[in-house]
T-cell receptor, first 114, second 115 residues
Framework: DVKVTQSSRYLVKRTGEKVFLECVQD?????MFWYRQDPGLGLRLIYF???????EKGDIPEGYSVSREKKERFSLILESASTNQTSMYLC?????????????FGEGSRLTVL | AQSVTQLDSQVPVFEEAPVELRCNYS??????LFWYVQYPNQGLQLLLK??????LVKGINGFEAEFNKSQTSFHLRKPSVHISDTAEYFC?????????????FGSGTQLTVLP
């Protein structure tokens, strides 16, 4: 069964802490994505990566960075967490070409920043 | 740039009744279209997709959708819903020659199936 695994389902952090959200996919997909999901705002793209070490900013990259050192792993980093980053974070992956839009999602990481 | 409009934010329906969730899009180029489902406290799951060919596409769990190019719509339908279909449904589009950056989601429709 194909899988996207997010390292933590629930996290509670304090303001100013550095936060790492890890995502691993086992499908050899080219593309990997980080979305943020908030009530009433739908899914908003933070960053995506189309290859190892390659990344592009999404709609809301401020306050976030990413790392993709291996094809199967895509990390989201909050350098200094703030309360307005309390949210559900979704990782996804997809093949390239016509299958770019066929995303496989992880179960999500719900982050609370106090 | 393209946009996706899901016309209904909430759709309540009784069990075993038919349902239609509406999706309209705007794009100056050809697009691929998708419907995703999100059950509570889970990630999204692909329900069905239109890439080419027949405009009526069938997906998992008895859902189907019809691509109407002239009306720029991709409405999702099910003839008889179950309690377990209660979830949020998202429509998405991407240009056929677009990058992953151009994948656009609608704001979602919460389907609630009532006993």
């Amino acid at each position: 069964d194909v899988k996207v695994t997010q390292s933590s389902r629930y996290l509670v952090k304090r303001t100013g802490e550095k936060v790492f959200l890890e995502c691993v996919q086992d499908m050899d997909h080219e593309n990997m994505f980080w979305y943020r999901q908030d009530p009433g705002l739908g899914l908003r793209l933070i960053y995506f990566s189309y290859d190892v070490k390659m990344k592009e900013k999404g709609d809301i990259p401020e306050g976030y960075s990413v790392s993709r050192e291996k094809k199967e792993r895509f990390s989201l980093i909050l350098e200094s967490a703030s309360t307005n980053q309390t949210s559900m974070y979704l990782c996804a992956s997809s093949q390239g070409g016509p299958h770019t839009g066929e995303l496989f999602f992880g179960e999500g990481s719900r982050l609370t920043v106090l | 740039a393209q946009s996706v409009t899901q016309l209904d934010s909430q759709v309540p329906v009784f069990e075993e009744a038919p349902v239609e969730l509406r999706c309209n899009y705007s794009s100056s180029v050809s697009v691929y279209l998708f419907w995703y489902v999100q059950y509570p406290n889970q990630g999204l799951q692909l329900l069905l997709k239109y890439l080419s060919g027949s405009t009526l596409v069938k997906g998992i769990n008895g859902f189907e959708a019809e691509f109407n190019k002239s009306q720029t719509s991709f409405h999702l339908r099910k003839p008889s819903v179950h309690i377990s279909d209660t979830a949020e449904y998202f429509c998405a589009v991407i240009p056929t020659s677009g990058s992953a950056r151009q994948l656009t989601f609608g704001s979602g429709t919460q389907l609630t199936v009532l006993p």
